[in-house]
T-cell receptor, first 114, second 114 residues
Framework: NAGVMQNPRHLVRRRGQEARLRCSPM?????VYWYRQLPEEGLKFMVYLQKENIIDESGMPKERFSAEFPKEGPSILRIQQVVRGDSAAYFC????????????FGSGTRLTVV | GENVEQHPSTLSVQEGDSAVIKCTYS??????FPWYKQELGKRPQLIIDIRSNVGEKKDQRIAVTLNKTAKHFSLHITETQPEDSAVYFC?????????????FGAGTILRVKS
């Protein structure tokens, strides 16, 4: 049973470009969470999604950031018109609908904006 | 919303000594408290968690205690080893009510000197 899969592992974008980060949850998991970790800082919640639904996006910046978790395929975190301050590690986690356990993080995507 | 504070920010111990990391939380409705270990450049990994219906949980050299009245919880690592060196994060959430959105502390850099 593969863990939470994120790709790409490293992503370099020039200022103004778009970044697309993908997350495939563990098999059978219907909940996906995205967190951002700035260099030498803790993890900050961004968004929580179920299939085809955004449940909580209270941590998402109001502009340029969006997330989706379609019926088929991975969850996508999209950052438009990236700026240097978007450089960070973005971690995805997944859990089943009625888990009694903590969730597992993917290996993350390290975004560098140049 | 929930706010989690973590202390100390850095901790150096001699191999074989114990290490204690403390966290406080603000939301009295929080009921789930995991601890994650993150090695440099890697994903955060769940090492132990505790729910609000218990006061202590132990797993080999690692233990977590919870004081609901004071709203604080602590991680205890005994007989520390060099491989325990990492960044440790505490977190809090209202499990199940809000889909387990975790609020993380800022992290503690633990250095175990051999």
């Amino acid at each position: 049973n593969a863990g939470v899969m994120q790709n790409p592992r490293h992503l370099v974008r020039r200022r103004g470009q778009e970044a697309r980060l993908r997350c495939s949850p563990m098999k059978g998991h219907s909940h996906v969470y995205w967190y951002r970790q700035l260099p030498e800082e803790g993890l900050k919640f961004m968004v929580y999604l179920q299939k085809e639904n955004i449940i909580d996006e209270s941590g998402m910046p109001k502009e340029r950031f969006s997330a989706e978790f379609p019926k088929e395929g991975p969850s996508i975190l999209r950052i438009q018109q990236v700026v240097r301050g978007d450089s960070a590690a973005y971690f995805c986690a997944s859990s089943p609908i009625d888990s009694n356990y903590g969730y597992t993080f993917g290996s993350g995507t390290r975004l560098t904006v140049v | 919303g929930e706010n989690v504070e973590q202390h100390p920010s850095t901790l150096s111990v001699q191999e074989g000594d114990s290490a204690v990391i403390k966290c406080t939380y603000s939301d009295s409705a929080s009921n789930y408290f995991p601890w994650y270990k993150q090695e440099l450049g890697k994903r955060p990994q769940l090492i132990i968690d505790i729910r609000s219906n218990v006061g202590e949980k132990k797993d080999q050299r690692i233990a977590v205690t919870l004081n609901k009245t004071a709203k604080h919880f602590s991680l205890h690592i005994t007989e520390t080893q060099p491989e325990d060196s990492a960044v440790y994060f505490c977190a809090a959430s209202r499990w199940a009510e809000y889909g387990n959105k975790l609020v993380f502390g800022a992290g503690t850099i633990l250095r175990v000197k051999s």
